[in-house]
T-cell receptor
Framework: DAGVIQSPRHEVTEMGQEVTLRCKPI?????LFWYRQTMMRGLELLIY????????DSGMPEDRFSAKMPNASFSTLKIQPSEPRDSAVYFC?????????FGPGTRLTVT | GNSVTQMEGPVTLSEEAFLTINCTYT??????LFWYVQYPGEGLQLLLK?????DKGSNKGFEATYRKETTSFHLEKGSVQVSDSAVYFC????????????FGKGTHLIIQP
């Protein structure tokens, strides 16, 4: 299995631009999670889905962030407009029966 | 709310030394507990887990015991190797992993030859 796939691996954008991060979970997994990692705040849960339905989005920092999961094999995290404080590594993880498998992450830099 | 506290390091040890990384937690109910490891430039990998009190998780020579009375899940290894150098995260889940994990800040471990 290829594991959780995230793209792009690195993204550099200017403040105010729209950013879309992509995730392909492991086939057969029924949960998908988006996390953000920063030096200051560590790893934080942003949102998670079960069977493509958002279950808890209380970690999404503000309305500039949105996430979708149109089908079992694809999810996006969008930031519009982006700000420098959004710079972080964004991880996607998927799970089945409780064990979460993480992707390699997308390093986002907003200048 | 839930929280996890762990020593942040960096922790520097010589090869073959004994390792302990402390982790304590605060949670309502009976969470599941996890240790994840992150190598440079990579995502997190599950190292071990325990789902109920007194369970011992173990993998690759690492082990941790779920201590409800002290709300702890300390990670130990008897003899570390240079290849163990990484960042280690303690985490908990209310629903055996079927919800978002609450992570500690991570402990950077450096093993010197």
């Amino acid at each position: 299995d290829a594991g959780v796939i995230q793209s792009p691996r690195h993204e550099v954008t200017e403040m105010g631009q729209e950013v879309t991060l992509r995730c392909k979970p492991i086939s057969g997994h029924d949960y998908l999670f988006w996390y953000r990692q920063t030096m200051m705040r560590g790893l934080e849960l942003l949102i998670y889905f079960n069977n493509n339905v958002p279950i808890d989005d209380s970690g999404m920092p503000e309305d500039r962030f949105s996430a979708k999961m149109p089908n079992a094999s694809f999810s996006t995290l969008k930031i519009q407009p982006s700000e420098p404080r959004d710079s972080a590594v964004y991880f996607c993880a998927s799970s089945f029966l409780g064990e979460q498998y993480f992707g390699p992450g997308t390093r986002l830099t907003v200048t | 709310g839930n929280s996890v506290t762990q020593m942040e390091g960096p922790v520097t040890l010589s090869e073959e030394a004994f390792l302990t990384i402390n982790c304590t937690y605060t949670a309502t109910g009976y969470p599941s507990l996890f240790w994840y490891v992150q190598y440079p430039g990579e995502g997190l990998q599950l190292l071990l887990k325990a789902t109920k009190a007194d369970d011992k998780g173990s993998n690759k020579g690492f082990e941790a015991t779920y201590r409800k009375e002290t709300t702890s899940f300390h990670l130990e290894k008897g003899s570390v190797q240079v290849s163990d150098s990484a960042v280690y995260f303690c985490a908990l889940s209310d629903l055996m992993g079927a919800d978002g994990l609450t992570f500690g800040k991570g402990t950077h471990l450096i093993i010197q030859p």
